[in-house]
């Protein structure tokens, strides 16, 4: 009777523990709060106020997206570091034109090419000069050219924008040749007296952004994986002056223009609507040939000073802008090369005794490489203490 006694204690006493275990492993875990907008970041001491504004430009980089594009015929490389070695050249060519005698003279910079950095990712998108010159130009021919010259493109899924400052000093004079009065030995006709400012902005909405990537071409984020083009619709506004220590139509030439166009200084506002079409075309699966049109139309407000100190000033309708661009590359997700080149002609209105005709943009052959890089930026957003919260 006393075995069966301690018995019944023994397997009791086993069932209490077994309870009081179950108990233990089943009780809750306390969970960290749902961050679902910057709101939940927690920001009450001064150690998380202090953080709270670096973990929300974090939390905002690195959150998942709704897919807003049709992934049959977009794949897109957002969450990976894209980098890129282009050797490019930039321009800004311009003509004066003669209404009377139909004659221009095309003052033209002396080209060079560099070596450059792209850098592409969801935290940052740039391209660094490298300073390196992979060709001078010709000087002994073409003469020195300088220049600062800053293009902007930027690309988001609706609308594609270009924004450019440019300044060259130092011309040649292209079409010397044309011109029998120009008897020279040299091929050109040098102006290192002559300078330009140009700067602007041209922005496009992209109708069939559901489909169509601009992205896939112009900055290797994306992947048009089928042919698509899309419909643009946009605006566009540019300011251009050039000027000169002494007329813009220099001795050699006069000749063959009409004394109204010697002028020394000239500007011109440009302005109106763009209309246009792109169209990307996938071939062997791993190839890609992009082409644009866009044609502007809109006025011109242009102004100048001739050589004799008289000025014109007019506002008129009628002027044009064409934009084009050209893109070919070879694209295995993993790396890719290939060639592009971006370049807009302002066509100024005929209704004037001189106007300007003027060019300007870029053009670059890379090679470049895409990396995954995740898990080493969750690291480094941990250690600083940016996402772990």
Known sequence: MKTKILLFIYFLSLTFLSLKSNAQISRPVKKKPSIKTIWDIPHKTLWQKWMWPHRS?????????VVNYDTAYIKSYHKKLVIALPVSTRFLKFSLNDLKSGNKLTFSPNLQY???????????TFILHSGVKVYNGDPNNKGKTNYQDYQLNLYSRKLTTDMFVQYYSGFYIKNSKDFNSYSSVKPYAVRSDVYALHMGVSSNYIVNNKKFSYKSSFAFAEQQKKSAGSLLLGIYYSYFD??????????????????????????THNFGLNLGYIYTLVFLKKYYATASLVQGFGGEQ???????????QKLVGGAGKLHMRLALRYDNERYFIGSMVITDYVLLSGKSPSTFDYSYGKFLVYIGYRFSILKAEKKILRDLKMIDY
């Open 57 to 65: 430009a974090a939390f905002e980089i690195t959150k998942e997206r």
């Open 114 to 124: 560099n070596l450059g950095l792209s850098i592409n990712s969801r935290w940052a």
């Open 242 to 267: 050039a000027t000169a220590n002494e007329a813009l139509i220099s001795p050699p030439f006069r000749g063959s223009f009409d004394s109204l166009s010697y002028i020394r200084s000239a500007h």
């Open 302 to 312: 242009m102004g100048y000073i001739r050589e004799n100190n008289s000025s014109y």
